[in-house]
């Protein structure tokens, strides 16, 4: 055991005071007795003002003792109060600097870890952890959704997580493989989905880094922005044509309505009367079909320009019952609202808001669809339902059904199976849907059908 600081320079002083002492022992004018008395006075002094200047380095010593104790325990927060004008006084301040500025570094990383936890949590990403044991070790709120977990994942196994996970999950994680990835889920069309991975050491342990972000809609918002800058630029030589051509047109018009009148004038002939005036109708007749045909193309750029030019959705609290009405006197079809009587007040949790006038002309585009889909006209159904946070509008027909290959371009511009189709029926429906941050999704209907399907944010 080894002693103290202060209980070794005790000890020194003492042995040397001691030893100090032994000349008193060779004056042989005093007894033995007088001579053991002087000395352990003089031992007893030496030790007794010994301790008395020690003092204050004892105090020193006990001071930074308990400072470094609470550093080891990681407390910043308290200072030393030992402040005498020496060396331990020196250090003692040079420990209260110390120990301040750890407080500082201290509440910056705990400031830095709450804004980091605060950012992973609310990331919409699906961020995850794993550990070489293929244990999740840390993982945020859209991880914890996307492996339809009720609680946290956070020690969990991944091969028990993606059992749960949408189908495709279990593959595109088991493989590690960074890119695109296609995902079902169980009430949804096929999404795609980009994984980035990360490899790192973590306490001496392999750990493994996955970012899962859905890719869907930046895809397709991505996809549409590029048809819509195709349709500005074929409508805008379209445009540039089509107005000399107007004009042209109808100075041809006027130039053989007055050739016209003055052979008539100067004709005597009857026979030469009438070839000519069969002449004049069949050129106007060129100039009406041309006319026509010139009106028909406009309508047609027109028509485009609307899908490239479809403005911001004006929300407004939807009145269902008035929005049925309307489409009903236009189209056939019944309605089926799995939530019972719509209450369209605005207190009413059944109540949501969109662009009455977009979402008017969504309905008619789904409706005309399923009208020429070969389906019986009493077999279209309009079908609504209320969730917690979005509402489910689907539009339903007993037709033909669309194959596979119809379905994954039906949503695409300018893709059409009508021989006189535009291609931009569907495609502005989903730039509708879009627009109001929803999503829309094509089905094929068991017995026969197809199934739009259409969910709105409440």
Partial sequence: MRLKLINRVTLTVFFTSALAMTPIFLLNALSIYE?????????????????????????????????LLNLKDGEFASTLSYNNDDELGYLCRLYNQTALQLREEKHWLYQRELLLDKVTQSSPEVLFLLNDQQQVVFSNIAARRFFNASKNIDGSKIDQLVVNA????????????????????????????HMSTGQFLLNNQAHTLFILKQMTRELSRQEVAVWKKVIRVI?????NSLGPISSMLHSGKILSAKLGAQ???????????????????QLNRVFSTIDDRIKHLSEFVQGYGKFAKLPEPKLALIKWADLI??????????????SGPADTSANSARSFYADPVQLEQLLINLLKNAHESGSAPEDVAVDIEYRKQEVIIQVL???????????SNAL?????????GSGLGLALCREIIDAHHGQIGLYNRDGGGLAVRVALPM
Avoid at 171 to 192: H, M, N, R, Y
Avoid at 235 to 239: A, R, T, V
Avoid at 263 to 281: I, P, V
Wanted: proline share 4%; with cysteine; net charge negative.
């Fill in 397 to 407: 027909d007993r037709g033909k059904g669309i194959s596979d290959t119809v379905m």
């Fill in 166 to 193: 949408p189908a495709g999950a279990e593959e595109a994680i088991g493989a590690e493989k960074e890119g695109l990835f296609s995902l079902v889920p169980e009430d949804g069309e096929p999404q795609t989905w």
């Fill in 325 to 338: 009405a309307n489409l009903a006197d236009q189209w056939q079809f019944t309605v089926n609202d799995s």
């Fill in 263 to 281: 052979a008539t004038r100067h004709e005597n002939d009857n026979t030469q009367d009438s070839s000519q005036q069969r002449k004049q109708e």
């Fill in 35 to 67: 001579q053991l008395a002087i000395a352990l006075v003089g031992v007893c002094f030496i030790l007794v003002l010994t301790r008395y200047f020690l003092k204050d380095l004892r105090e020193g010593i006990s001071s930074l003792e308990t400072g």
């Fill in 235 to 239: 409508s805008h030589e379209l445009n």
């Fill in 412 to 420: 695409i511009p300018f893709y059409s199976t009508k021989p006189s």
